[in-house]
Protein backbone atom coordinates (compact mmCIF):
# COMPACT_ATOMS: atom_id res chain seq x y z
CA UNK A 1 0.00 0.00 0.00
CA UNK A 2 1.21 3.15 -0.47
CA UNK A 3 0.24 6.34 1.41
CA UNK A 4 1.19 10.00 0.60
CA UNK A 5 1.57 12.68 3.36
CA UNK A 6 1.13 16.62 3.18
CA UNK A 7 2.98 18.25 5.56
CA UNK A 8 2.87 21.79 5.83
CA UNK A 9 2.98 25.23 8.14
CA UNK A 10 -0.25 25.59 11.34
CA UNK A 11 -2.26 28.52 9.64
CA UNK A 12 -0.72 30.19 12.84
CA UNK A 13 2.81 29.57 11.47
CA UNK A 14 3.92 32.51 9.31
CA UNK A 15 5.14 30.92 5.73
CA UNK A 16 8.28 32.90 4.28
CA UNK A 17 8.88 30.57 1.51
CA UNK A 18 5.10 30.61 0.42
CA UNK A 19 4.82 34.48 1.02
CA UNK A 20 7.93 34.85 -1.76
CA UNK A 21 6.18 32.55 -4.58
CA UNK A 22 3.23 33.95 -3.94
CA UNK A 23 5.05 37.41 -4.48
CA UNK A 24 6.18 36.03 -7.51
CA UNK A 25 3.29 34.91 -8.78
CA UNK A 26 2.00 38.47 -8.18
CA UNK A 27 5.21 40.05 -10.19
CA UNK A 28 4.23 37.99 -12.99
CA UNK A 29 0.62 38.93 -13.02
CA UNK A 30 -1.54 36.39 -11.80
CA UNK A 31 -3.64 38.47 -9.49
CA UNK A 32 -5.91 35.89 -8.45
CA UNK A 33 -3.39 33.93 -6.49
CA UNK A 34 -4.85 34.92 -2.89
CA UNK A 35 -2.19 33.18 -0.59
CA UNK A 36 0.51 30.38 -1.38
CA UNK A 37 1.44 27.32 1.54
CA UNK A 38 4.52 25.72 1.18
CA UNK A 39 5.03 22.30 1.90
CA UNK A 40 6.83 18.63 1.61
CA UNK A 41 5.30 15.50 0.01
CA UNK A 42 6.33 12.58 1.69
CA UNK A 43 4.85 8.96 -0.63
CA UNK A 44 5.77 5.82 2.04
CA UNK A 45 5.30 2.10 0.75
CA UNK A 46 3.88 -0.07 3.30
CA UNK A 47 4.40 -3.51 3.46
CA UNK A 48 1.80 -6.53 5.22
CA UNK A 49 -0.06 -3.62 6.61
CA UNK A 50 -3.73 -3.34 6.68
CA UNK A 51 -5.64 0.12 6.22
CA UNK A 52 -6.53 -0.23 9.74
CA UNK A 53 -3.21 -0.37 11.04
CA UNK A 54 -2.15 2.11 8.54
CA UNK A 55 -4.51 4.81 10.48
CA UNK A 56 -2.45 4.38 13.35
CA UNK A 57 1.60 3.90 11.89
CA UNK A 58 0.82 6.58 9.66
CA UNK A 59 0.02 9.54 12.22
CA UNK A 60 2.22 7.77 14.42
CA UNK A 61 5.17 8.02 12.13
CA UNK A 62 4.04 12.36 11.30
CA UNK A 63 4.06 13.28 14.47
CA UNK A 64 7.04 11.74 15.88
CA UNK A 65 9.57 11.70 12.51
CA UNK A 66 8.41 13.83 9.51
CA UNK A 67 6.30 16.71 10.89
CA UNK A 68 7.59 18.91 14.08
CA UNK A 69 4.27 19.56 15.87
CA UNK A 70 5.24 22.62 17.39
CA UNK A 71 4.86 23.93 13.92
CA UNK A 72 3.45 21.91 11.57
CA UNK A 73 0.35 20.12 10.24
CA UNK A 74 0.06 17.01 7.96
CA UNK A 75 -3.07 14.94 6.17
CA UNK A 76 -2.02 12.08 4.28
CA UNK A 77 -4.12 10.03 1.89
CA UNK A 78 -3.73 6.30 0.35
CA UNK A 79 -2.64 6.97 -3.40
CA UNK A 80 -2.59 2.85 -4.11
CA UNK A 81 -3.70 0.02 -2.27
CA UNK B 1 35.20 20.82 34.04
CA UNK B 2 35.71 18.31 31.40
CA UNK B 3 33.67 18.92 28.36
CA UNK B 4 32.58 16.66 25.21
CA UNK B 5 32.10 17.66 22.15
CA UNK B 6 29.81 15.52 19.86
CA UNK B 7 30.20 15.15 16.32
CA UNK B 8 27.73 13.82 13.98
CA UNK B 9 27.71 13.37 10.25
CA UNK B 10 27.73 16.82 8.80
CA UNK B 11 29.02 18.39 12.05
CA UNK B 12 31.47 21.52 11.16
CA UNK B 13 31.95 23.60 14.22
CA UNK B 14 32.80 20.83 16.17
CA UNK B 15 36.36 21.11 15.81
CA UNK B 16 36.82 25.10 16.43
CA UNK B 17 34.14 23.95 19.77
CA UNK B 18 36.75 21.32 20.82
CA UNK B 19 39.62 23.94 20.11
CA UNK B 20 37.83 26.57 22.24
CA UNK B 21 37.38 24.58 25.20
CA UNK B 22 40.86 22.25 25.25
CA UNK B 23 43.20 25.38 23.77
CA UNK B 24 41.66 28.58 24.37
CA UNK B 25 40.03 27.69 27.99
CA UNK B 26 42.34 24.95 29.18
CA UNK B 27 40.29 22.47 29.80
CA UNK B 28 39.64 18.51 29.38
CA UNK B 29 38.27 17.57 26.68
CA UNK B 30 37.26 14.74 24.80
CA UNK B 31 35.88 14.17 21.06
CA UNK B 32 32.41 11.96 21.17
CA UNK B 33 31.38 10.27 18.28
CA UNK B 34 27.33 10.06 17.52
CA UNK B 35 27.10 6.09 17.31
CA UNK B 36 29.05 5.73 20.54
CA UNK B 37 27.30 4.97 24.28
CA UNK B 38 29.87 6.57 26.58
CA UNK B 39 29.82 10.04 27.48
CA UNK B 40 33.10 9.03 28.95
CA UNK B 41 32.76 11.03 32.10
CA UNK B 42 31.83 14.02 30.81
CA UNK B 43 31.06 17.00 33.08
CA UNK B 44 29.09 18.65 30.02
CA UNK B 45 27.95 17.61 26.77
CA UNK B 46 28.47 20.70 23.81
CA UNK B 47 26.48 19.69 20.80
CA UNK B 48 28.44 22.10 18.21
CA UNK B 49 27.32 23.89 14.99
CA UNK B 50 26.69 22.71 11.59
CA UNK B 51 24.77 20.91 9.26
CA UNK B 52 23.83 17.44 11.13
CA UNK B 53 22.52 14.92 8.41
CA UNK B 54 22.58 17.67 5.29
CA UNK B 55 19.84 19.82 7.62
CA UNK B 56 17.98 16.68 5.69
CA UNK B 57 14.22 16.45 6.66
CA UNK B 58 14.52 19.70 9.07
CA UNK B 59 17.42 20.99 11.03
CA UNK B 60 18.33 19.11 13.87
CA UNK B 61 16.00 16.59 13.09
CA UNK B 62 17.42 13.50 12.20
CA UNK B 63 20.33 13.68 14.73
CA UNK B 64 17.92 13.75 17.36
CA UNK B 65 17.92 9.76 16.42
CA UNK B 66 21.33 9.10 16.68
CA UNK B 67 22.47 6.31 18.86
CA UNK B 68 24.26 9.28 21.67
CA UNK B 69 21.41 11.01 21.85
CA UNK B 70 19.87 8.37 24.35
CA UNK B 71 22.70 8.95 26.55
CA UNK B 72 22.31 12.84 26.33
CA UNK B 73 19.16 12.64 27.23
CA UNK B 74 19.34 10.87 30.45
CA UNK B 75 22.46 12.64 31.00
CA UNK B 76 20.31 16.00 30.82
CA UNK B 77 17.66 14.44 32.98
CA UNK B 78 19.67 13.85 35.92
CA UNK B 79 21.14 17.63 35.72
CA UNK B 80 24.09 17.21 33.54
CA UNK B 81 25.04 20.22 31.89
CA UNK B 82 24.20 20.13 27.90
CA UNK B 83 24.66 23.26 25.23
CA UNK B 84 23.65 23.34 22.09
CA UNK B 85 25.15 25.53 19.69
CA UNK B 86 23.64 26.83 15.97
CA UNK B 87 22.84 23.44 14.93
CA UNK B 88 23.38 21.93 18.67
CA UNK B 89 20.24 24.25 19.28
CA UNK B 90 18.30 23.24 16.74
CA UNK B 91 18.73 19.32 17.73
CA UNK B 92 18.06 20.17 21.63
CA UNK B 93 14.76 21.71 20.29
CA UNK B 94 13.76 18.54 17.96
CA UNK B 95 14.97 16.22 21.00
CA UNK B 96 12.26 18.28 22.86
CA UNK B 97 14.97 19.01 25.73
CA UNK B 98 14.34 22.85 25.12
CA UNK B 99 10.90 24.32 24.21
CA UNK B 100 9.81 25.79 20.53
CA UNK B 101 11.04 25.32 17.28
CA UNK B 102 13.30 27.15 14.34
CA UNK B 103 11.40 28.42 10.96
CA UNK B 104 13.53 29.89 8.13
CA UNK B 105 14.89 33.21 9.05
CA UNK B 106 12.58 35.96 8.11
CA UNK B 107 14.20 37.38 4.83
CA UNK B 108 14.94 33.68 3.75
CA UNK B 109 18.77 34.33 3.19
CA UNK B 110 21.17 32.46 5.16
CA UNK B 111 22.84 34.80 7.89
CA UNK B 112 27.09 34.84 8.44
CA UNK B 113 28.14 38.08 10.26
CA UNK B 114 28.67 39.71 13.98
CA UNK B 115 25.12 40.42 15.81
CA UNK B 116 25.22 41.55 19.68
CA UNK B 117 23.39 40.06 21.94
CA UNK B 118 21.81 41.06 25.42
CA UNK B 119 22.83 38.55 28.43
CA UNK B 120 18.86 38.47 30.10
CA UNK B 121 20.05 37.49 33.30
CA UNK B 122 23.82 36.71 35.57
CA UNK B 123 22.40 34.21 37.48
CA UNK B 124 22.47 31.46 35.50
CA UNK B 125 25.32 28.59 34.99
CA UNK B 126 25.91 29.93 31.37
CA UNK B 127 26.41 33.83 32.31
CA UNK B 128 27.30 33.97 36.03
CA UNK B 129 30.58 35.79 34.66
CA UNK B 130 28.35 38.70 32.92
CA UNK B 131 27.63 41.88 33.99
CA UNK B 132 23.45 42.13 34.87
CA UNK B 133 22.26 43.09 31.13
CA UNK B 134 25.91 42.81 29.22
CA UNK B 135 25.42 43.03 25.49
CA UNK B 136 27.90 40.14 24.14
CA UNK B 137 29.27 40.39 20.63
CA UNK B 138 29.76 36.80 18.79
CA UNK B 139 29.06 35.78 15.29
CA UNK B 140 25.91 33.71 13.71
CA UNK B 141 25.84 31.56 10.74
CA UNK B 142 22.90 29.87 9.75
CA UNK B 143 19.41 29.55 7.81
CA UNK B 144 17.07 28.33 10.29
CA UNK B 145 17.56 30.47 13.25
CA UNK B 146 14.21 32.54 13.27
CA UNK B 147 12.57 30.80 17.07
CA UNK B 148 9.18 30.18 17.07
CA UNK B 149 7.36 28.79 20.05
CA UNK B 150 3.17 28.93 20.49
CA UNK B 151 1.94 31.73 22.64
CA UNK B 152 1.06 29.78 25.96
CA UNK B 153 5.12 28.44 25.46
CA UNK B 154 6.82 31.39 25.07
CA UNK B 155 5.06 32.58 27.92
CA UNK B 156 5.78 30.64 30.64
CA UNK B 157 9.29 30.71 28.83
CA UNK B 158 9.69 34.56 29.78
CA UNK B 159 7.70 33.88 32.87
CA UNK B 160 10.49 31.73 33.94
CA UNK B 161 13.49 33.61 33.26
CA UNK B 162 14.45 30.96 30.37
CA UNK B 163 15.51 33.41 28.09
CA UNK B 164 19.39 33.60 28.41
CA UNK B 165 19.80 36.10 25.33
CA UNK B 166 18.10 38.52 23.36
CA UNK B 167 19.21 40.23 19.83
CA UNK B 168 19.89 43.98 20.43
CA UNK B 169 21.52 46.46 19.55
CA UNK B 170 24.91 47.06 20.75
CA UNK B 171 23.71 49.68 23.55
CA UNK B 172 21.26 46.57 24.77
CA UNK B 173 18.08 47.82 22.82
CA UNK B 174 15.88 45.30 21.14
CA UNK B 175 15.07 46.59 17.86
CA UNK B 176 13.69 45.17 14.83
CA UNK B 177 16.89 45.49 12.69
CA UNK B 178 18.82 43.73 15.23
CA UNK B 179 16.77 41.05 15.52
CA UNK B 180 18.44 39.91 11.95
CA UNK B 181 16.26 36.09 11.53
CA UNK B 182 12.80 37.34 13.08
CA UNK B 183 12.90 35.14 16.49
CA UNK B 184 9.73 35.62 18.51
CA UNK B 185 10.79 38.14 21.29
CA UNK B 186 14.08 38.64 19.87
CA UNK B 187 15.44 35.07 21.63
CA UNK B 188 18.74 34.38 20.60
CA UNK B 189 19.19 31.42 23.60
CA UNK B 190 17.27 30.01 26.04
CA UNK B 191 17.60 27.10 28.99
CA UNK B 192 15.12 24.62 30.52
CA UNK B 193 13.12 25.35 33.00
CA UNK B 194 15.75 23.50 35.73
CA UNK B 195 18.58 25.70 34.45
CA UNK B 196 21.17 23.01 33.35
CA UNK B 197 20.32 23.20 29.15
CA UNK B 198 21.17 25.34 26.82
CA UNK B 199 20.72 26.44 23.50
CA UNK B 200 22.04 29.35 21.43
CA UNK B 201 22.45 30.33 17.41
CA UNK B 202 25.16 32.66 17.60
CA UNK B 203 28.94 30.78 18.01
CA UNK B 204 30.71 31.61 21.19
CA UNK B 205 33.55 28.98 19.98
CA UNK B 206 33.82 31.99 17.35
CA UNK B 207 34.73 34.64 19.83
CA UNK B 208 37.48 33.63 22.49
CA UNK B 209 40.26 34.90 20.28
CA UNK B 210 41.17 38.81 19.79
CA UNK B 211 42.18 37.55 16.38
CA UNK B 212 38.58 36.46 15.70
CA UNK B 213 37.21 39.79 16.44
CA UNK B 214 35.55 39.30 19.66
CA UNK B 215 36.39 37.52 23.09
CA UNK B 216 32.91 37.86 24.20
CA UNK B 217 32.35 33.64 23.78
CA UNK B 218 35.11 32.95 26.46
CA UNK B 219 32.31 34.57 29.02
CA UNK B 220 29.82 31.82 28.43
CA UNK B 221 32.21 29.32 28.85
CA UNK B 222 34.27 30.66 31.82
CA UNK B 223 30.64 31.09 33.47
CA UNK B 224 30.17 27.26 33.20
CA UNK B 225 33.16 26.68 34.40
CA UNK B 226 33.52 28.56 37.16
CA UNK B 227 37.05 30.30 36.82
CA UNK B 228 36.97 34.26 38.40
Not at chain 2, 32 to 39: A, F, G, Q, R, T
Request: net charge neutral; proline share 5%; aromatic share 8%.
Amino acid sequence: MKVRILVSFKDSVLDPQGQTVKNALHTLGYDAVRDVRQGKVFEIDLAGVSKDAAGTLIPEISDKVLANPIIEKFTWQVIEE
Amino acid sequence: MKFGVVTFPGSNCDFDTYYALRDVMGQPTVALWHKDHSLQGVDCVVLPGGFSYGDYLRSGAIARFAPLMREVGEFAAKGGLVVGICNGFQVLLELGLLPGAMLRNKRLKFLCQFVTVRCESERTRFTSRSRPGQVLRIPIAHFDGNYFAPPATLAEIEANGQVLFRYTDAEGRPTEEANVNGSLHGIAGLTNRQGNVMGMMPHPERAVDRLLGSVDGRIIFESMIGRP
